[in-house]
Structures are given as structure tokens and as C-alpha cells.
């Protein structure tokens, strides 16, 4: 009789077998917990998404974690591969790799694999003799069959169950997953799209009882699983495993740094740095060195340098701005001295986790230091993020698959679940338990990493459109195994700065150069102290949103300082936590600075004894806490989210406590200091993270203070901002532009300026084919300007629906014509061949003339057009109201009215809902009154659900204004937006 004292398991699927497998992590972990399970292989299908997590788990559990891959070509099993080593697992990540790379079908059988054992399913055994490491498996539902099939070599057989059903009855379950997967119809799966029923996992007494007949499979089985072992050191710790030097050795990489340093200490604070910019210098490099995060530091300022040798704008940020050393090698252009940034925060002895550089570029010069970065080291790969199924994503996901109609699946999400019948109440039941599941790789925003071994060493890779590797772990299991991201992200606001430089450059070229990298001129700048003070920032960066618009009054900003504790206190966390109210109250009234706890006020009394920076929270774990710096970082991360359900959290939260305790504070002092630490850490900005944000926003203040048209061109071009192009293009009015609807003459594909004219570009033409401009530019390049609409017919291969936007939009409006004549025109030259052909002649053949009668023409007619076709008028939409009122405060008068109930009418820009505590939804309005300027307004619960916003145009408002540090707002209590002029009017 077969004897098992422990369970041992191979071929397990997890969640990460994605769209087949139904078990996390933490859940198989509990299964093998419970079942006393000794050894366990993580097999998942195509996929390594799972591997280190499940060993980081494993090895906490005391189980012995074994990887591999079940190799499918859909949901048909070739074989399975087991590693006996983290070589073998190398091998198989290298060898998975390279059919997700290309596409090609996963053979039937393989001898590329090295340090494997190799387990072949019954429907597919090899043709050729077996290897020493190759098997046949065999399932309990085929023991029996087997028993009596002599050809088998019963020495090859090894008991090899597929565990992929948590039970029989998440059949149904795993069959819904595989439907969404093939996009089908639950009704239309057929055997081979799914498991088996019987692929279930099994305890130990099922296991031995199933191969009782079968001796020799088992014995193999746990000689394959005594044969293999997997070491990875996952967590606190593991060591770095980036590349280890950029020169080729240690001490040639300190020596490189050290010499990048004394040139940046000139280019930085000239001949003669002070002592202490020299000692700072000094200790950051010890601590760099010793860490060893030399090449790093090195690799960053590769990247940089490559970006500016090629004319590339950049911003360094996050927590690295914390460096003097990135500030020296023009990682960043924040100075760390003249903030007083606490580089422990950026990277100390005791700090585990890795350096942080954001290093920003615009979107098309951020594909090419991409490329630069694979191009120029070897073991590079971008790092994955897990997409999950979101809740009504899911249920609608699941509707599809039972074949409901999308407006019902619309509805019982809709419908208190009382009210639903069976069939929608199991959606639903599917939908919550999937609701969570990953469901594919994505990319994440801008990880790279660049490993000392090859990448498949700890995972293997898929091949996104753009050509370069991804991983198939995320960031958090990167950095549990020592592999540190570099961050290479795309901006627009990068390229709204790039692109008004140029535009300034051709529209003002006797203007003398600008040098955007000249902080300290900008921050000097009266004009933009000026627009500072009064938010006058629109385009400029996060400075314009409305929150950010109503915080910068409320603290009178005008200086960089401000500007960078104010880019922190914006984030949701401190708002939540009260302290952006408080931050306030003691910026504007000193008295209220007596409030805050001695040793928070001696800790930090730049911001009045606040947390608003990130490494505040190191900083109050430290000295507050009296925790150590290692255990303040556990804390800093563990507010991070994903961090924060492991048990090294939940014992330095404890020690937070006991410690407060020991110290003598009271409880509720404790608590609500810890409440401040977990309401924001996890959104507040570091400080540095925050200085290059104002420094970015300097940047745009001081082209916006004294380049206004140039640069709101620059915004329109890169799609706006926080608001729609509508918004920018007003703005540019306000500063004297004259707007001039698209030409076929004189726009370009994008938005240009020729001295204060502005001409929207062709892109704005809503349906205007891309292949159309393009024809009309390159015309219009090669042979001038188009002379009349039968010019231009003859010109460009142009259809009468194409031509028709044109007309309509005005596009035509230098021939002097009306619009309806060019149109009925239009119709006579195309209307029988739908399109020209653009075809040369040595005679252009007589054109049938046609004598109109008088057409009517209203002015309304051009702005119903620009609506349809732009999707705003380039008039004021105050001229489009049916009915004028003369009874409204203007914006520049609110002032005069605090506390006052008033009426305003705006024309709607943007809205922003929040919930308040009890989970009612409200909403904050923002506005343009008659003259241009904004009104802000607030819509509380009930006057939101009673008078809701009904989409884009003017409304009539009536409300209380209020005032709050200078900062006014309307609180609306009953609105209705008001009717435009008709045609038939």
C-alpha cells in the first residue's frame, strides 16, 4: 500500500494561468497550509506572472516551492516543464519566451530545455525514444486504462494530476473565464477549451488511492520532486540585482561619479562651493558607495546625457531630487541644498528598498531613450503591471458570455438584487468572484529594469506592439527580488514647453534666446510672482486645475516655496487627513502655529509642525516614534498599499504605538498623529518629487507670463490640459489673438501663430480624414496656395463628404463666395463621380456654369456649424442665448457679495465629483462668466441630485457666495441651463 506522510503537488495552475486558473496566491497558500502540503510546483499555463510571489509566500510557510510551465498551444497541454534548479527555470523562462516573442506554436515536443524535467501528457507522447528527464503523465482518470496498456514504458509513467479546479463545482466558474477568454458563448465551449471536471485539487488520501495501482508513477513522482529545488531570496532580504558596475568594476564606477561631481559642483554653485555643499557631497557618496548604488546613479546620468546630446527636454524627479549628487550629474535640476531635503528619505544604510528617479521626457522623445536604453545595455526588459477584472467591467464581461443583451446587463447592475431573478443573480455571483482576477500584462507606465543576469534568470517575457520585452512579475515583486526600476515616463507638459520654445523661436525670432533651464531668473520673475499670486495659470502644468487655482489664493503664493509645499498638500491624502486645511490656517494666522504638538513643531517647522512631504513620515517614525530608520521605511512603504497587509507592517504599526506609549504621549496624541501618517503617506509627494513640479510649473509660468500666444499654441497642439483645447483657445482671445477658422491656404495639420493670428489647425475638423490633410498639405507645398474650390478639386483627390467639411468650416472663405453657393458648387463638381480623381491634363474640360438664385445666409448658421464641426463656437456662446439678462453678478463683483445670495450665469468648462463621508455624491463647477473670468462654484448633495448639470452650455445659478482666505466660490442652490438661439428664431 502507498505511503505519503506529506502531500506533493506538480502542475498546479493559479489565477496567473490567466482566463483559466481560479486561485491567488494567498488562497493556494491556504490549500497547501491545510492540506499539509510539503512540496508544491507552480506550473501555470504560458505564464511566470505568479512564480516569485508564490515562492516569497512558499518559503514563508515552510513549503518547498518548485517552479515550471504548463506549455499549451490554447488549451491544449504539449507537456509540462518542471526546473530542478533556478537554471532550469532560466532555461524555461528563455524557451517560453521565445514563442511569445514570435507566435510560433509551442511544439509537441522539445530538446532545447535544460535542467527540466519534462512531463508529456498521454495525447501527445513523443514519437522518439524518451529522455532520461522526460515522463509521461498520467491522471487518476486514466490509471485504469493504463494499468493495461503494455506498450508504456511503465519506468517513464509519473503520477501527475492537474490542479486547476479548487473544487468540482468551480467548474461552471472556470468554464465563464474561458469563455470571456475566447469570446464566445458559455453554451458554444467545447471539451478542448476547457479543464476537465476531474482536474481538481486533491488531498493526500485521494492522491495514493488514485495510483494505488500504479507503484512506479509515484515513486517517480517524488523522485522528480526530491530532485528539484528552487532558491530565490525574496523580501527585506534580498540584494540588489541590478547591473553592478556601468564602468566594469567598483572602484572605477566611484572614481566616475566622484569626477562628474567636481564638474557639476562648478556648473552647480560655481568656483567656490561652500563647505557644507562640499561635506554634503562627501557623505552622499559614502552612503551611494556603500549601498552600492553607483551604477545606479551612473545609469541615470547615462540617460539624461543621451536626452540633452540629442536637444531632448527632461525633468528629474521623485525621491532621487533628494541627492546633491543627482542635482551634480543633472539628474535633476532641483537643488537639494537650498530646500533642505532629507536625503535619508532618498537612501540611507538602513533603507532596503531602492533609489527613485522619475525621469520625465515628451511622449515622442520618450520612445527614443527607450530605444537608446535597450540599444545600449543588455539585460533590459519594461516591467508588467497586473490589469485585473474591475467590478462592472467584469459583470458586463459575464452577461456577454450567458448571451445578455448589453442595455440589460446595463440594467441589473442597476437593480437591488431582491429584484433580480435567478439567472442575474448568478451574473452577479460570477462577476463578484472574478471581480480582482488579473485578466492580462499590461505595461507599466515607465519601468524599465536593467539586470545584472539575463532577465530570464527570474521571469519570462512577452513582446508588447512596441517591440520590447516585458515581464511577466510586477513592481512589487521586482523589487522583493532586488530587481530596481529606472522610471522613463512620457509628459505633455514636457512638450507643450519644448514645442513653445519653437513656436517663440519662429513667431519672435529677434527676441533673445531662452534659457528654460534658468530657475532662478524664473523664480525671480515679477510677472510670474504676479500670475502666482492671482492664479492666473491656465495651461501652466497641475497649477491650473481649479483645486489647484483656489489653493494658490487661499496661501497668497507668489514664491517657490509655497509653490512646492503647496504641490504636496493637494494630494487626496493630506486633503483627507485635515492637514491642507490646517497647513492653511497656520500659514495665514500665526497664532494658530502655537497649536502644534513641541516635538512635530521641532521636527519640522517649515511647515508649522504638518506632515506634508513623504519623508516626513521617516521623519515623525523617527524622532516622534523613536523608531529606527529601517523600521520608519517599512512604515513610509507600507502605506503604499500592497505593503500594507504584510506582517512586517502590522509589527512596526505595533512598535509605533508601544514606543508613543513608552515616550509618555497621550493616546489620542498617538493616534491622531498616526491617523495623519495613514491617511496621506501613501499620495503625499516627497519633497524633492514636489520641487520638480514647481520648478516644471516655473517653467511654464514664466512662458505663459511673457510668451501668452506662443505658448497656449504650444497647449492647444498637445491636446490641452486639465480642460478641453475650447478653454485654451479662449485664454489666447483674452491675451489679444485674433482666432481665425482653418484655411486650406494658410492652416497646417496642428494650430499655428503668424505674429497674433491664430489659425486652428485642420485636426480640429471633426471627420476631416487624416489622408485628406495630408493631401492637401503636400499640394499645397509643391504647387502654392489653391486659387478657387475647382482648384483645389483638380488638386486633391478629394470626396464630397470631404469637401463639404471643408466648405462648411469656412475653409474656403478667400474666394469671397458664400458658403450654400460653394456647397451647391461643390455638389455639381462631385456629385455624379462622389470623388476626384486628381488625375493631370494637358486641357481642363469645361465646367457647366450654374446662375443661383439669392440664398439666404445667417450668421447662426456659421456657429451651428463650428459647434458641429469644432464642437464649440469661436464667438462667445453668450451671443448664442435667446434671451439676455442684464440681473447677473459678474465674476470681478462676487467679492462684494460674501455671504450674499446672488445669480451668476457661466458657461460651463469643467465639473469634478467627490462623495461626501456618507457616501452622497456632490459636485465642484467650474465656469466662464460673459466677460471670461471664472466663477467657482459648489453643488452639495441635494441641489445636485435636484438640479443636475445637463451638459455643456450656459447656466443660470443661484447661490450664496462664499469666501474662505481670499478664495471665492458660489454654493449653488437651484440652477437650470439656459436655451440658444435656433435657426427658426
Not at 421 to 450: E, N, Q
Not at 921 to 927: A, D, L, N
Amino acid at each position: 500500500m502507498l505511503k505519503l506522510l506529506d502531500l506533493h503537488v506538480l502542475n498546479v495552475h493559479s489565477y496567473f494561468s490567466f482566463k483559466y486558473g481560479l486561485l491567488s496566491i494567498d488562497r493556494l497558500m491556504e490549500w497547501a497550509v491545510r492540506n499539509h502540503v510539503r512540496t508544491l510546483a507552480l506550473t501555470d499555463i504560458n505564464s511566470t506572472a505568479g512564480s516569485l510571489e508564490f515562492v516569497r509566500q512558499a518559503q514563508k510557510q515552510g513549503i518547498r516551492p518548485l517552479l515550471g510551465v504548463d506549455f499549451r498551444n490554447g488549451a491544449e497541454q504539449q507537456f509540462v516543464a518542471v526546473a530542478r534548479n533556478n537554471d532550469g527555470f532560466q532555461s524555461i523562462n528563455a524557451f517560453l519566451s521565445k514563442h511569445l516573442h514570435t507566435g510560433v506554436p509551442i511544439p509537441a515536443f522539445t530538446d532545447e530545455l535544460q535542467e527540466c524535467f519534462v512531463i508529456y501528457p498521454q495525447a501527445n507522447i513523443p514519437t522518439r525514444a524518451l529522455k532520461p528527464y522526460e515522463y509521461l503523465a498520467v491522471k487518476p482518470r486514466e490509471v485504469t486504462r493504463i494499468r493495461f496498456l503494455s506498450k508504456l514504458p511503465r519506468e517513464k509513467l509519473i503520477a501527475c494530476p492537474v490542479y486547476t479546479l479548487p473544487e468540482e463545482v468551480d467548474f461552471e466558474l472556470h468554464c465563464v473565464l474561458r469563455a470571456i477568454d475566447l469570446n464566445t458563448l458559455v453554451s458554444k465551449l467545447g471539451d478542448a477549451d476547457t479543464a476537465h471536471r476531474e482536474d481538481v485539487f486533491l488531498t493526500k488520501k485521494q492522491l495514493t488511492d488514485y495510483y494505488q495501482e500504479l507503484p512506479e508513477a509515484f515513486e517517480n513522482l517524488k523522485m522528480v520532486i526530491q530532485s528539484s529545488q528552487i532558491n530565490f531570496i525574496l523580501g527585506p532580504e534580498a540584494t540588489s540585482q541590478n547591473l553592478k558596475t556601468w564602468t566594469g568594476s567598483q572602484e572605477s564606477d566611484y572614481q566616475k561619479v566622484r569626477q562628474l561631481c567636481l564638474v557639476g559642483l562648478t556648473y552647480r554653485y560655481g568656483e567656490r562651493p561652500a563647505f557644507t555643499i562640499r561635506r554634503r557631497v562627501i557623505t552622499e557618496l559614502s552612503v551611494i558607495r556603500q549601498m552600492g548604488y553607483l551604477s545606479y546613479f551612473l545609469i541615470s546620468w547615462d540617460i539624461v546625457k543621451y536626452a540633452r546630446d540629442q536637444g531632448y527636454f527632461y525633468v528629474g524627479r521623485g525621491s532621487g531630487a533628494n541627492s546633491v549628487v543627482a542635482y551634480l550629474l543633472r539628474i535633476t535640476d532641483v537643488d537639494p541644498i537650498e530646500l533642505d531635503l532629507y536625503f535619508e528619505r532618498f537612501i540611507n544604510l538602513f533603507r532596503k528598498s531602492p533609489p527613485d528617479f522619475d525621469m520625465d521626457f515628451s511622449s515622442w522623445d520618450r520612445e527614443d531613450v527607450t530605444r537608446y536604453i535597450f540599444d545600449r545595455y543588455e539585460n533590459v526588459v519594461l516591467l508588467a503591471t497586473h490589469s485585473t477584472f474591475q467590478w462592472r467591467a467584469v459583470i458586463r464581461e459575464v452577461g456577454k458570455v450567458f448571451g445578455v443583451p448589453p442595455y440589460e446587463i446595463e440594467r441589473l447592475q442597476k437593480t437591488p438584487e431582491q429584484e433580480l431573478d435567478h439567472h442575474a443573480r448568478l451574473i452577479l455571483t460570477y462577476g463578484d468572484r472574478l471581480s480582482g482576477f488579473p485578466s492580462h500584462l499590461s505595461v507599466h507606465a515607465g519601468g524599465i529594469i536593467i539586470s545584472e543576469r539575463p532577465i530570464h534568470y527570474y521571469t519570462a517575457t512577452s513582446l508588447p506592439p512596441k517591440g520590447f520585452p516585458l515581464t511577466h512579475f510586477d513592481m512589487h515583486i521586482a523589487e522583493d527580488v532586488g530587481l530596481y526600476k529606472f522610471d522613463v515616463l512620457g509628459q505633455r507638459g514636457l512638450g507643450k514647453i519644448k514645442d513653445a520654445l519653437e513656436i517663440i523661436r519662429e513667431n519672435q525670432p529677434d527676441r533673445l534666446p531662452i534659457d528654460i533651464h534658468d530657475i532662478k531668473l524664473f523664480k525671480e520673475d515679477e510677472l510670474v510672482k504676479i500670475n502666482l499670486r492671482e492664479a492666473k495659470a491656465i495651461g501652466c502644468f497641475y497649477v491650473e486645475s481649479p483645486a489647484m487655482r483656489m489653493l494658490l489664493t487661499k496661501l497668497r503664493a507668489e514664491d517657490y516655496l509655497t509653490l512646492v509645499a503647496a504641490s504636496s498638500i493637494i494630494r487626496p491624502g493630506v486633503a483627507k487627513s485635515g492637514m491642507m486645511r490646517e497647513y492653511i490656517l497656520r500659514f495665514r494666522i500665526p497664532d494658530k502655529r502655537k497649536e502644534a504638538h513641541p516635538v512635530l513643531w521641532k521636527i519640522m517647522p517649515d511647515t508649522y509642525g504638518i506632515m506634508v512631504y513623504q519623508e516626513d513620515v521617516i521623519k515623525v517614525a523617527h524622532y516622534f516614534a523613536g523608531l529606527t530608520l529601517a523600521e520608519a521605511d517599512v512604515l513610509r512603504r507600507g502605506m503604499s498599499g500592497k505593503y500594507r497587509s504584510r506582517e512586517e507592517f502590522q509589527q512596526v504599526r505595533d512598535k509605533f504605538f508601544a514606543n508613543c506609549e513608552a515616550k509618555g504621549y497621550e493616546p489620542t496624541v498617538s493616534a491622531d498623529v498616526w491617523r495623519q501618517i495613514e491617511s496621506f503617506a501613501g499620495y503625499a509627494f516627497a519633497k524633492g518629487h514636489s520641487a520638480s513640479y514647481a520648478i516644471e510649473s516655473y517653467q511654464s509660468m514664466f512662458l505663459k507670463s511673457h510668451y501668452p500666444l506662443e505658448f497656449m499654441v504650444a497647449v492647444i497642439n498637445n491636446g490641452g490640459g486639465f480642460y478641453s483645447r475650447e478653454l485654451y483657445i479662449h485664454e489666447a482671445r483674452m491675451h489679444g489673438a485674433d482666432i481665425q477658422l482653418p484655411c486650406v491656404n494658410t492652416s497646417e495639420n496642428e494650430t499655428i501663430i503668424r505674429g497674433k493670428m491664430i489659425y486652428l489647425g485642420l485636426n480640429f475638423i471633426k471627420e476631416l480624414e487624416h489622408n485628406t490633410v495630408q493631401e492637401v498639405l503636400v499640394d499645397r507645398q509643391r504647387n502654392g496656395a489653391f486659387l478657387s474650390v475647382d482648384d483645389f478639386v483638380k488638386r486633391v483627390s478629394v470626396s464630397l463628404d470631404q469637401l463639404s467639411l471643408l466648405v462648411r468650416i469656412g475653409a474656403f472663405r478667400f474666394t469671397g463666395k458664400d458658403k450654400k453657393a460653394l456647397l451647391w458648387h461643390a455638389y455639381f463638381l462631385l456629385g455624379n463621380t462622389g470623388k476626384s480623381q486628381n488625375k493631370l491634363s494637358l486641357f481642363d474640360p469645361p465646367v457647366k456654369k450654374y446662375k443661383l438664385p439669392e440664398i439666404e445666409h445667417e450668421a447662426i448658421e456659421d456657429v451651428y456649424d463650428e459647434v458641429e464641426l469644432l464642437g464649440f463656437p469661436l464667438e462667445s456662446p453668450f451671443n448664442l442665448l435667446s434671451e439676455k439678462r442684464n440681473d447677473c453678478v459678474p465674476a470681478y463683483k462676487l467679492p462684494l457679495h460674501i455671504n450674499q445670495v446672488v445669480l451668476v450665469m457661466g458657461y460651463l468648462v469643467a465639473t469634478k465629483h467627490t462623495s461626501t463621508s456618507k457616501g452622497d455624491r456632490m459636485y465642484f463647477g467650474t465656469f466662464l462668466d460673459e466677460a471670461g473670468d471664472f466663477i467657482d462654484t459648489v453643488h452639495f448633495p441635494p441641489v445636485a441630485k435636484k438640479f443636475p448639470f445637463t451638459g455643456k452650455g450656459i447656466y443660470l445659478m443661484r447661490g450664496k457666495v462664499m469666501e474662505e482666505f481670499d478664495a471665492i466660490s458660489v454654493e449653488v442652490n437651484a440652477m437650470k441651463r439656459l436655451k440658444y438661439m435656433t435657426m427658426e428664431m
